[in-house]
């Protein structure tokens, strides 16, 4: 079925997902979720998205701070810079969806930061992944697990949501991830 839909890297294990022994999603199915209880409207799943990337900003400038390489500092930088863009499409994805119009300081104030993208907090992100914090590509690294964790917290999101026009924003939001994922990676390329 996967080699007919495209995919060209498809491999059948003997033995079943149980004999897999390569790397495997972790942590609970229902991971992140407890954000969101499925019955959010518009307005409000964009406020909590809004409010993981936040989360994913004030984690990278942490990070920055704490970098003691220039280069990885200005990477971290940049990941920052990256998370304020699509905060800024959320944001007027939220005016889009609103009857009045609202002004950035005032939607921020709606906003509250309750953990990253993908549903982790800070600490979680470092215990788990255990990356080297001076390694450009350690950090690239641990960028792409986090995006790659949000875009699973989407498309779980959007199975589960039940307004239509809700499970619209949260696949779209999804879109965007994979496009971040996609930057990282060429990103990664360069280095």
Known sequence: MLSGKG????????GGIKAWQ????????DLGLDLFTGKEDPLEVLKIAYSLEQGLRDFYIDMEKQAKKPKVKELFARLSEIEVK????IYIAYNDANTDDVSKDEFEEMVETKALEGGLSTKEYLELFGSDLDSEIEVISLAMSIEAQALDLYGRLSLTITNKQSRDIVNKIASEEK?????????????
């Open 7 to 14: 995919f060209q890297k498809v491999f059948n294990v003997s």
């Open 86 to 89: 699509h905060q800024m499409s």
């Open 22 to 29: 390569a790397e495997i999603a972790i942590g609970p199915q």
């Open 179 to 191: 496009a971040h994922l996609a930057s990282l990676g060429k990103l990664l390329d360069t280095l």
